[in-house]
Nanobody
Framework: QVQLVESGGGLVQTGGSLRLSCAAS????????MGWYRQAPGDQRELVAG???????NYGDSVKGRFTISEDNAKNTVYLQMNSLKPEDTAVYYC?????????WGQGTQVTVSS
């Protein structure tokens, strides 16, 4: 089982930056895939960025070139650096882990980008 705790959300102006953190309850080196998803009101949850335990990364089209996912294995933490934020990035951001075929979710952290 994997517990995930997100932090780092908040209110930021258009063009600003935020860094989200996701602390896992076990070594992320053993987790097949970790990622960030987001969900705005009335919308489906969508992939923002993902990273595999082999270091491969993938990004949603709307965030490519602006967001970067990274990990610190020593701290069992995955980060999402978000730059050049836009109002359409406003959503609840969820950390996710895929481990032995089971997907785990954090509680979510709100990101609000003001215009």
């Amino acid at each position: 089982q994997v517990q995930l705790v997100e932090s780092g959300g908040g209110l930021v102006q258009t063009g600003g930056s935020l860094r989200l953190s996701c602390a896992a309850s076990r070594s992320i080196f053993s987790i097949d895939n970790m990622g960030w998803y987001r969900q705005a009101p009335g919308d489906q949850r969508e992939l923002v960025a993902g990273v595999t335990k082999w270091g491969g990364t993938n990004y949603g089209d709307s965030v490519k070139g602006r967001f970067t996912i990274s990990e610190d294995n020593a701290k069992n933490t995955v980060y999402l650096q978000m730059n050049s934020l836009k109002p359409e990035d406003t959503a609840v951001y969820y950390c996710s882990a895929l481990h032995y075929g089971t997907r785990y979710w954090g509680q979510g952290t709100q990101v609000t980008v003001s215009s």
